[in-house]
């Protein structure tokens, strides 16, 4: 059975992290790390409590994301990213890495869009974003994407071969491109979703949070989309 290290970016999460560690199944998986990107509020503190291992990372959500996955266990081949809010289900990650175990898919995103999300869970902003990227994603590389969810699994291995570079919220989409351009297996599989259960989301809990996130992943897309690589199979 393959080895699986959870990674959990966290900035001011302490309401929810909690919760989210102790739902953990240690059972199956090698660890679960939290980095705290920064936080005010303890997040580290309640995460440690909790039963995770803690890192630190400088700002940004994309720098916490691969401090995770440098900071993981050396036999971990998978490795499995989520939010600390508490609005991604670990519960449904067998299925979320199922594809990669069975060796049918290199990288597997979890999709919000095709699953069932709690009232309130995302804005029509959100949804809208997720609906125009994965038709820009399929104009320009011909791969169909419904999200760009945090909730994903990727082999290690496959994620060190991708060079991620992008160290804010563009990281996510950042990761998609990069996965259609480097000819990985990629699946969609529709996950459930529901509100966070406490805190501030840091991209749409206001409107000038929401534009700086749609900046950057504009900026993300154009800089990465339109830079095509020779596919080589994961």
Same mark, same amino acid.
């Given at each position: 059975m393959s080895q699986i290290s959870i990674i959990i970016p966290a900035l001011n999460e302490a309401e929810s992290i909690g919760r989210v560690?102790?739902?953990?199944?240690?059972?199956?998986?090698?660890?679960?790390?939290?980095?705290?990107?920064?936080?005010?509020?303890g997040t580290g503190e309640v995460a440690r409590a909790a039963g995770a291992r803690v890192v630190e990372s400088p700002r940004g959500y994309g720098a916490a994301c691969r401090a995770g996955a440098e900071a993981a266990l050396a036999m971990s081949d998978i490795l499995v990213f989520m939010d600390g809010?508490?609005?991604?289900?670990?519960?449904?990650?067998?299925?979320?890495?199922?594809?990669?175990?069975?060796d049918e898919a290199d990288f597997v995103i979890g999709s919000r869009m095709r699953g069932r999300r709690e009232p309130g869970s995302m804005l029509a902003s959100q949804v809208f974003?997720?609906?125009?990227?994965?038709? %820009? &994603?399929?104009?320009?590389?011909?791969? /169909?994407?419904?999200?760009? !969810?945090?909730?994903?699994?990727?082999?290690?291995?496959?994620?060190?071969?991708?060079?991620?570079?992008?160290?804010t919220y563009g990281w996510n989409l950042e990761m998609q491109l990069?996965?259609?351009?480097?000819g990985l297996r990629i699946v969609e599989i529709a996950v459930?979703?529901?509100?966070?259960?406490?805190?501030?989301s840091k991209v749409s809990g206001d409107l000038g949070a929401s534009l700086r996130a749609a900046v950057r992943i504009l900026?993300? %897309? &154009?800089?990465?989309?339109?830079?095509? /690589?020779?596919?080589?199979? !994961?």
């Open positions: 560690v102790g739902e953990m199944p240690w059972g199956r998986i090698a660890e679960c790390i939290v980095v705290d990107n920064g936080s005010t509020d809010d508490g609005s991604d289900v670990i519960a449904e990650l067998d299925r979320l890495v199922g594809p990669i175990e069975g974003a997720g609906w125009m990227v994965g038709k %820009l &994603l399929w104009l320009t590389q011909g791969v /169909r994407y419904t999200d760009m !969810g945090p909730f994903r699994a990727i082999r290690r291995s496959c994620l060190e071969r991708l060079q991620m570079s992008e160290m990069r996965a259609c351009q480097y459930d979703y529901r509100r966070r259960i406490g805190g501030t900026e993300v %897309l &154009l800089r990465t989309g339109l830079s095509r /690589r020779p596919k080589q199979r !994961g």
